[in-house]
């Protein structure tokens, strides 16, 4: 359900006192994206300042989301905190409100040990949601070790790993270590998508496809299809961009460039400040040097190739822990680049 390009999306503000949410602008926003072959979307994330976000408005822009979408693609919502309650709160909103399911960072400050971590996700997990771990040691302070995200593999309801922490070496563990279970390994870094792919990975949460989504599919269905040549082409292709998006701290860059191509961006809210005039003028230029769209996107196409789709994780492929219930995950093909056995 959650493979493939899923765009880490902003939270438009209004250039107001209040600095409010721009409901016309997410629902603007939503719509392009919708338009150029996503395949799900992502909420209230990094990317969307969740950190700055009200209870309500954290659900107001889930909600808006989960309508715009309209059952469309799938909608991975972020609930994650450092504190476990607040996270089951949030959590329990995105699940009440129709997502698909949550992507829950790793609590940061308080530097749990691993003990507290399993407990930690489980608490979400029970809450009979797909999850999806997210590991970003850059923002946390902490790096979930493979052999942490092997164990929560173990769990019904968690379903995969967004991983940013660059290294790739720990990602081909994880790759490893999970291989035996329906896991998902998806990138949280757009520079190095390819390789992780190249790897087994299943996708990407990715900030670039907010500005250029059609190459970013284009990407990603490159490599569906085994043309490694035309992803590597496009991966370069791409990659100024890649780079531009973290000339400051993230979302400030991507904001603005939303706003330089004409889509909805905003302000940043504070401790996050605007973009700097020669930042700016950097991104602009990237933007003024990017490819014409190549490739068709996925949308309403299927990979080349071949056998069924593997059952998805539920009592029928795994053991059910008692109380715990599984949602059944959506098939989808299998892709041309994948880990070895994987059931």
């Known amino acids: 359900m959650f493979e493939g390009v899923l765009p880490a999306i902003i939270t438009p503000f209004k250039r107001n006192p209040s600095m409010s949410l721009d409901i016309q602008g997410l629902e603007k926003n939503i719509g392009f994206l919708l338009s150029c072959g996503i395949h799900g979307i992502v909420p209230c994330g990094s990317t969307g300042e969740s950190a700055t976000l009200t209870f309500e408005e954290h659900e107001k822009v889930i909600k808006v989301t989960v309508d715009k979408v309209n059952g469309k693609i799938p909608v991975l919502a972020g609930t994650g905190s450092n504190n476990t309650a607040e996270a089951i709160r949030l959590t329990k909103a995105a699940k009440d409100i129709g997502a698909d399911g949550v992507l829950a960072i790793s609590p940061y400050y308080n530097k749990p040990n691993r003990a507290g971590l399993i407990k930690h996700y489980h608490k979400l ?20 070790e493979p052999d942490v995200i092997a164990e929560l593999a173990q769990h019904p309801n968690i379903w995969g790993v967004k991983e940013a922490s660059g290294n790739i070496s720990q990602i081909s563990r994880i790759i490893e270590e999970t291989q035996d279970e329906d896991f998902l390994v998806i990138s949280g870094d757009d520079n190095i998508t390819l390789p992780i792919m190249a790897l087994g990975g299943a996708g990407v949460i990715s900030v670039a496809a907010n500005v250029d989504p059609k190459r970013m599919v284009a990407m990603y269905d490159a490599l569906m299809f085994g043309d490694y040549q035309k992803a590597l082409v496009l991966n370069f292709a791409l990659s100024p961009l890649f780079r531009s998006m973290f000339i400051d701290t993230n979302p400030i860059p991507v904001k603005k460039a939303m706003e330089l191509i004409g889509l909805a961006g905003g302000p940043v809210r504070l401790p996050l400040d605007e973009l700097d005039a020669k930042k700016t003028e950097m991104l602009k230029k990237v933007l003024a040097t990017l490819p014409k769209p190549a490739g068709k996107t996925s949308a309403g196409k299927k990979p080349a190739a071949t056998k069924k789709a593997p059952a998805k994780k539920a009592a029928v492929s795994k053991a059910v822990k008692p109380g715990i219930k599984t949602a059944a995950k959506k098939a989808t093909p299998k892709r041309a680049v994948k880990p070895a056995a994987r059931r």
């Open 125 to 144: 997990a029970d809450l009979d949601i797909p999850v999806i771990v997210y590991n970003v040691p850059s923002r946390t302070g902490q790096n979930l």
